[in-house]
Nanobody, 116 residues
Framework: QVQLVESGGGLAQPGGSLRLSCAASGSRSSIIDMAWYRQGPGKERESVAIINRVSTAIYGDSVKGRFTISIDNDKNTVYLQMNSLKPEDTAVYYC??????????WGQGTQVTVSS
């Protein structure tokens, strides 16, 4: 079992920045990759970024060049640095992890609101 706890959401102005964190606990050694997803109002959940333990990252088209995902393997924590925020980035952001045995886990979500 893996537990994921997100933090760092909140309110930001357009053009501003926020940094999300997701700490994994439990069977952390079995995690093979971690990701961030988001779900905006009235929208389907979408992939934001994914990273593996050797820091190979893939980004969604809407966040390329603005968001950066990183991982601290010692702390089993994944981060999402969000710069140049836009109102359309407003969403609940979820942390996600997959394990060697094929398990998938979600965090509880953290709200990000971009508004002036």
């Amino acid at each position: 079992q893996v537990q994921l706890v997100e933090s760092g959401g909140g309110l930001a102005q357009p053009g501003g920045s926020l940094r999300l964190s997701c700490a994994a606990s439990g069977s952390r050694s079995s995690i093979i990759d971690m990701a961030w997803y988001r779900q905006g109002p009235g929208k389907e959940r979408e992939s934001v970024a994914i990273i593996n333990r050797v820091s190979t990252a893939i980004y969604g088209d809407s966040v390329k060049g603005r968001f950066t995902i990183s991982i601290d393997n010692d702390k089993n924590t994944v981060y999402l640095q969000m710069n140049s925020l836009k109102p359309e980035d407003t969403a609940v952001y979820y942390c996600y992890a997959t394990t060697e045995l094929g398990g998938t886990y979600w965090g509880q979500g953290t709200q990000v609101t971009v508004s002036s």
